[in-house]
């Protein structure tokens, strides 16, 4: 079946510095993947659509300079947040596609990588 | 604006008792998809639905795209079924899947 593991599930860190978090898709091709962050109290937002050989699209308020994405393969892809705050806190969740397979519009979800920052 | 609306933020129910999630939304749409998340925070897919009634267990969806307005209903609630139930307007494109989603309901179910 189609799995997305993320790591680290949780992770602590100093204020200002960065974190980096990973995204694997197993048991399918991730032709593009969904990084989206769920701040304490609200929903998930979208950060950006990264796709395999094309430019990641950053949602408003979300840049490239403060989550830059790697997306190098169909079954890997990781998301850094430079100089972490106390606003970058929450459950940030990968959602992957499988653009070859018959479930196309269906996105499989990792279980999240926790950030705290202190 | 929002774009999806989520109703109740809560509810609370003794178990046995059905539930009534709806689900609104201000812009034409790909799809719907119904999420429960886990109290560790990760989302388990309930139901893809563009359009219809789908079942699963004790669970029915029901969207109705010309009212912009999704439903999930839980009959015979289990102190299981407690967690939040989230539901996402579906864009889909050449770039990629894109999830808008609701605030959420936040389920109780009391023994």
């Known amino acids: 079946g189609a799995l997305v593991y993320q790591y680290p599930r949780r992770t602590i860190c100093k204020s200002g510095t960065s974190m980096r978090m990973e995204c694997q898709a197993v048991?399918?091709?991730?032709?593009?993947v969904a990084w989206y962050r769920q701040s304490p109290q609200k929903t998930f937002e979208l950060i950006a659509l990264s796709t395999v050989n094309s430019a990641i699209k950053y949602e408003q308020n979300f840049t490239q300079e403060k989550f830059p994405i790697s997306h190098p393969n169909l079954s890997f892809s990781s998301m850094t947040v430079l100089n972490a705050y106390l606003e970058d806190r929450g459950l940030y969740l990968c959602?992957?596609?499988?653009?070859?397979?018959?479930?196309?519009?269906?996105?499989?979800f990792g279980a999240g990588t926790r950030l705290s920052v202190l | 604006g929002q774009q999806v609306q989520q109703s109740p933020a809560s509810l609370v129910l003794q178990e046995g008792e059905n539930a009534e999630l709806q689900c609104n939304f201000s812009?034409?749409?790909?799809?719907m998809q119904w999420f429960y998340q886990r109290p560790g925070g990760s989302l388990v897919s309930l139901f893809y639905?563009?359009?219809g009634t789908k079942h699963s267990g004790r669970l029915t969806s029901t969207t109705v795209i010309k009212e912009r307005r999704s439903s999930l209903h839980i009959s015979s609630s289990q102190t299981t079924d407690s967690g939040t139930y989230l539901c996402a307007l579906g864009f889909y494109g050449s770039s990629g899947n894109k999830l808008i989603f609701g605030i959420g309901t936040l389920l109780s179910v009391k023994p």
């Open positions: 959602g992957a596609r499988d653009g070859l397979g018959a479930s196309q519009n269906t996105l499989y």
């Open positions: 812009t034409s749409l790909n799809s």
């Open positions: 639905n563009p359009s």
């Open positions: 048991g399918f091709q991730a032709t593009s």
